[in-house]
């Protein structure tokens, strides 16, 4: 989602730009963008995903996703892993359509649209834009109803999402610019810990004094051992006092 990795030819959209947009099943291209996909996940996706479907964080990660890590700042890419099939699809796509609906990831309900974020070098998250992605086989492109750019990101629920994400986006600054350098393999480890596998991260703050070497506020310290958005804002404390001098 960082601005210099969109393609330089878009047409930038604001909030009150409009769009043409709807996907329904009546369409004969109906599941088939589901497919062949490098589909990123951040760590809030991967929250909501592996309760959706009722599995342990670790089992999730190893089963339907792939890394990569990024060269510039060493942090982690999480994606989902397409199926082992020759279409590549979606390991969550039915002939029904998305069977994860309610916990889909922020770039499937951001689609047709793409959402690119500039910030500053301290880690300033700073303006946002949007652009339509290019899909000349969605034929959903061409169906009613006109939506504004803030009424779809209203209507898919991406608030929590796009907050989550823009954190995310200061905090790699964060430790970019204090590190100086990308994360070596023990802090790559620990941010794949604390932000993505949270069942283990769990774990560990049970089994350690962490909550008291970090301070933690009674509010966190509350609800970190139920709470999968607590853990994740204290995995983000975590690494902030790991990573960042
Ligand atoms: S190609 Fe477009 S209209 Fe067709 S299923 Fe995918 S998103 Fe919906
Ligand atoms: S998560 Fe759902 S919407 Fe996204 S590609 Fe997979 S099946 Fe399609």
Known sequence: MFIDSTPSNIRRLSSFDRFRFSCHGGLSC????????????????VLRLKNALGMHSDD???RH?????????????????ME????????????????????RPT???LYPLARAVSART???????????LDAPACLGTREDPVRTVHEWVADQELGMYLT??????????????????????????????????LDVFRDFVASTNLLDALNTEEYLRRRVHHDDLSLL??????LRRALVS
């Open 30 to 45: 109906f599941n088939s963008c589901c497919a062949n996909k490098h589909l990123p996940l951040t760590p809030y996706d």
């Open 60 to 62: 999730f990660l190893s």
């Open 65 to 81: 996703t792939l890394y990569n890590v990024d060269p510039g700042t060493g942090f982690p890419v999480v994606a989902i892993r």
């Open 84 to 103: 082992d099939d020759p279409g590549r699809t979606c390991p969550f796509v039915s002939v029904r359509g998305c069977t994860v609906y309610a916990d």
């Open 107 to 109: 770039s499937c309900r």
């Open 122 to 132: 301290g880690g300033e998250v700073r303006k946002e834009f949007y652009y339509l």
């Open 164 to 197: 989550l994400n823009d954190r995310m986006v200061d905090f790699v600054l964060r430790v970019k610019t204090s590190l100086g350098r990308p994360l070596d393999e023990r802090a790559l480890h620990k941010v794949v810990v604390a932000l993505y596998n």
């Open 233 to 238: 804002e204290l995995g983000l404390v975590y």
